[in-house]
């Protein structure tokens, strides 16, 4: 995919892989697994763990800021909101925050999040698809950002809005049905997606002008055209055709109405080595030249971007408890499977996770390369991090990370077999080259895992 957003400086930069920020950000993982190891955040009695770069989500944060503010009109209204979703940990959210980025929301446990955050209504966005009466009060009351996703929806919100006065800026969410990328479950734009208002559908144009016509509070109009394995100029197109519609609206109803475009978020991440790329950089670049008009001062930006500000920055490490053969393929067994990596197990061929190996004191293992599985501690056999993966040969007591996984990954727990939430460690260097570490997130105990499966109830059958 390079090919189609390098130019200019930035095809050295994807020529040579990973740049100087890059590498800085693998070297301070390596001190922070060391670390992690040495002080007993990892090892026999916890074997797996999440670890997060606080110095690189302070680096992507402003690298975003920075593409947007190169590319629009000086006082051009831009919030950047995170997409809660790809790591809803308070503790992260509080960071981006305070990075001047703010939340996108998609249900009343993801608005908690980012309320008990800190972060403002102003700087919140509401979008899921399914938003209850009571979820839509709520949003409205707060002055929260509302994106409608269908007529039914705009029905409940027209009654909201004339039954009490809301600052909440309002848009419809469409669906430029632009096409889908090499993922299905991330292609947002196809034909069918279930998401928004079909903008090519018979009549569905004239339906999006028509309800602004009548409705002087809808604002704002909202496109998340995808996500991993969408090419950037898919993404471009969605955006374009989002700004062609408001500037249709605007120029039928002879007022700005539409004064805000929402973009969604969506930028892919290379998985497949330590580089950064796409950049914000380089998207934000391109969408300027796409869709020129967007940019010049006429209307503000909202961006909902989740996996490309957190993905390089997590970490999932966990203890090699065996090393064994079968069918003379050697397989660690980790602590690391589907309840971290559940996208991956599943799906590995639209997911594959590169795995690093460490050694018992945590430090890059060295040896030749060996052809081997890393497998996951679940009961069935295809809960595999990664199959068939050279890297050197791990033994009992080793190490096994897996890198990119900041998003999508181990902060969201799958509880299969009751296995436990890791604990999430925040790590940053201070003075003298050493780590230090900050807990995001407790590990969850049995006791914890017994209360959330009846075991408050556990006569509540007998009596039926
Ligand atoms: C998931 C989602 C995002 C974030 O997508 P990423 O690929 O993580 O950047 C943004 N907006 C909406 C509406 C989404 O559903």
């Known amino acids: 995919m390079e090919h189609e957003f390098a130019h200019g400086s930035d095809e050295g930069r994807a020529a040579r892989g990973a740049d100087a920020t890059d590498g ?49 009109a000086p006082g051009t209204p831009v919030l950047h909101a995170f997409a809660v979703k790809a790591t809803p940990l308070v503790p992260v959210l509080r960071l981006l925050n305070e990075e001047g980025i703010g939340a996108e929301v998609a249900s009343p446990g993801e608005l908690a999040l980012a309320r008990a955050a800190g972060i403002t209504p102003a700087r919140t966005v509401l979008d899921s698809p399914a938003k209850t009466p009571a979820e839509l009060r709520e949003a409205l009351a707060l002055g929260i950002a509302v994106n409608a996703d269908n007529p039914q929806e705009l029905d409940r919100i027209d009654a909201l809005v004339h039954s009490a006065p809301t600052r909440s800026p309002i848009g419809i969410r469409v669906n430029p049905q632009v096409g889908g990328g090499t993922i299905g479950a991330t292609s947002t734009a196809t034909a069918t997606s279930k998401f928004g208002v079909a903008l090519q559908d018979e009549g569905a144009r004239e339906w999006v002008v028509r309800v602004c016509t009548e409705r002087p509070w809808l604002t704002r109009l909202h496109a998340h055209t995808g996500s991993q394995g969408v090419p950037l100029s898919l993404m471009a197109r969605g955006v374009e055709e989002t700004y062609a519609l408001a500037e249709e609206i ?14 969604g978020g969506g930028l892919p991440v290379n998985f497949a080595s330590d580089a950064t ?25 909202v961006t909902e971007f989740g996996r490309s500000l957190l993905a390089k920055h997590g970490t999932v490490v966990a203890r090699v408890e065996y090393a064994k053969r079968a069918g003379g393929r050697p397989i660690a067994i980790t602590h690391a499977g589907v309840q971290v990596a559940t996208r991956t197990v599943y799906a590995p061929a639209s997911w594959p996770l590169r795995i690093a190996a460490y050694d018992p004191k945590g430090r890059p293992k060295e040896g030749p390369s060996v052809v081997q599985d890393i497998a996951g501690p679940a009961c069935f056999s295809g809960d595999l991090l990664a199959e068939g993966q050279t890297l050197p040969l791990l033994d009992q007591g080793d190490y096994a990370a897996a890198l990119d996984t900041g998003a999508y990954y181990f902060a969201h727990h799958y509880a299969y077999n009751s296995l436990p939430r890791p604990a999430i460690h925040g790590f940053a260097p201070a003075e003298r080259g050493e780590i230090r570490f900050a807990l995001v997130r407790e590990a969850q105990t049995p006791a914890e895992i017994v209360a959330e499966s009846g075991g408050d109830h556990p006569t509540g059958l007998l009596d039926l």
């Open 250 to 263: 605007n120029r039928r109803l002879g007022r700005h109405q539409i004064d805000t475009i929402d973009i």
């Open 24 to 72: 800085e950000r693998a070297a301070r993982r390596d001190e922070a697994i060391r670390a992690a190891v040495e002080r007993g955040l990892l090892g026999p009695g916890s074997p797996v763990v999440g670890l997060l770069d606080v110095a690189g989500i302070r680096t992507s944060a402003a690298a975003l800021r920075a593409a947007f503010d190169a590319v629009t």
């Open 277 to 301: 790329t796409p950049t914000y950089a380089q998207y934000a670049r391109l969408l300027s030249e796409a869709v020129p008009g967007l940019f010049d001062g006429r209307y503000g930006l």
